[in-house]
């Protein structure tokens, strides 16, 4: 299977060029991104373009509706061969989530682009001490390596689907769990789901948080024409490497040629600021330190970003009851943006931006990938370090004639050495 990818840096036109040649000439393609919130932006591009060149592909949107839990995303997304069966110049926009979760195996014809490197492992840790009959029962462990074990059904977990799961509000939770078993059960399965449990009776100690682990195969793109994969740096990516391992049938990986930028790009100063030299984490931002750490960091950046000409991100998440990083920060709501914002360019015209934020492996996915051999720290460069480096490089950054001073903060040194300085120096 060949896989065609660009791993250009960023803002160097990748997702352009992508659009420019699915726009060129008539053919049915679905162009995946990050995030549904990235459609319009994309959408109007993909207009803009075909309108410069002269053709009128029709476009269409398919995102899910959360109130069912990324059902019916699904159900669209495999429809949509027979739904256009007629049409010959055909973009469909969806997300990351939607590529991961549908089955392509009737896209004979299409093409596919991904935009940006998909969070290729599924991974989630539970605690589900009051449940160990119900996954005895549905479910079997088979020894894979040391204590991590494959999952698959047992003749009562065939006779129930992931939509029964989904209706099941004590079970809604293993929806995706159950539908990656399923595929895993299949005669010639080209997915495998992992869990850190030997026997499903350990569950049943309340103070057991266990996990389990499924890696994206790229032979659920065979169907189609043409694959391209579009993500800075991609082939070092914790996704690229985790593909590699699972494929058993070797991938033909055929880079793209590199794109650099067709403009001159105005030198500007770049500044990368940083608070701490010990590394982010989300445990450091629960203790009593780091919270306090957090406060004095939101009450400094209050002084240096300016208001409305700057953007800012940090972890929106925390333990029930516990305050976010987001919070404990401060800052102002109207510059708050997600941490992950690859793929937009509405923010090129300001120069500040602040990342305080961590997305480190837990124990149990450091577990799983030291079973597979990876070093945990390819996860933080690829999923931390990248996170930040997509988020600042939303900037003025991006614009090759603007040379406005460019400040960037971020949590800690390492953070700022080898996720931007080390990232940064082919673009100022």
């Given at each position: 299977m060949k896989v065609y990818y660009d791993d250009s840096p960023t803002g160097v036109g990748k997702t352009t060029r992508a659009i420019t040649t699915l726009?060129?000439?008539p053919c049915k393609a679905l162009f995946i991104t990050e995030r549904k919130n990235a459609f319009?932006?994309?959408e109007g591009e993909m207009r803009r373009v075909a309108a410069h060149m002269g053709t009128r592909p029709l476009i269409r949107?398919?995102?899910?509706?959360?109130?069912?839990?990324g059902g019916s995303v699904v159900e669209e997304i495999e429809a949509l061969p027979d739904r256009y069966a007629g049409c010959s110049h055909l973009i469909v926009i969806a997300t990351h989530a939607a590529l991961l979760r549908s089955d392509f195996s009737d896209f004979a014809g299409w093409r596919i682009?991904?935009?940006?490197?998909?969070a290729f492992l599924d991974f989630e840790e539970k605690r589900t001490h009051l449940d160990a009959s119900f996954f005895e029962r549905h479910y079997a462990l088979e020894q894979v390596t040391?204590?991590?074990h494959a999952i698959t059904l047992t003749e009562a977990g065939h006779t129930i689907t992931a939509a029964d799961i989904r209706a099941d509000q004590s079970h809604a939770h293993l929806g995706v769990f159950h539908a990656r078993v399923m595929e895993a059960s299949r005669p010639g399965a080209k997915r495998v789901v992992l869990s850190n449990l030997a026997d499903w009776r350990e569950m049943a100690d309340r103070k057991v948080q266990w996990c389990w682990a499924s890696v994206f195969s790229l032979r659920e793109l065979a169907a189609f024409d043409r694959v391209e994969l579009l993500g800075n740096r991609f082939r070092s990516d914790i996704g690229s490497i985790l593909a590699d391992w699972l494929e058993v049938e070797e991938v033909e990986w055929?880079?793209?040629?590199?794109?650099?930028?067709a403009r001159r790009l105005e030198h500007r100063p770049l500044t990368i600021h940083y608070f701490f030299d010990r590394p982010a984490s989300k445990s450091l931002f629960a203790s009593d330190q780091g919270k306090a750490a957090l406060g004095a960091i939101g009450q400094h950046l209050a002084t240096v970003l300016p208001k409305a000409h700057s953007i800012w991100t940090a972890n929106d998440t925390a333990e029930p009851g516990a305050p976010t990083p987001k919070a404990l920060l401060g800052l102002p709501e109207n510059d708050y943006l997600t941490p992950r914002q690859a793929g937009t360019n509405r923010h090129m015209g300001v120069s500040h931006a602040a990342a305080i934020y961590s997305a480190k492996p837990s124990s149990n996915l450091r577990g799983l990938l030291m079973a597979l051999n990876l070093d945990p720290v390819i996860w933080t460069r690829s999923v931390e370090f990248e996170t930040i480096l997509q988020f600042v490089t939303r900037t003025s950054v991006r614009d090759p004639a603007n040379g406005t001073p460019v400040h960037?903060?971020?949590?800690?040194r390492e953070q700022g050495k080898r996720g931007l300085r080390a990232a940064l120096p082919v673009r100022l």
């Open positions: 726009c060129r000439q319009d932006e994309l949107r398919v995102h899910s509706d959360p109130s069912n839990r682009v991904i935009d940006e490197v998909p040391g204590r991590w055929e880079p793209l040629p590199p794109l650099t930028s960037l903060w971020v949590f800690d």
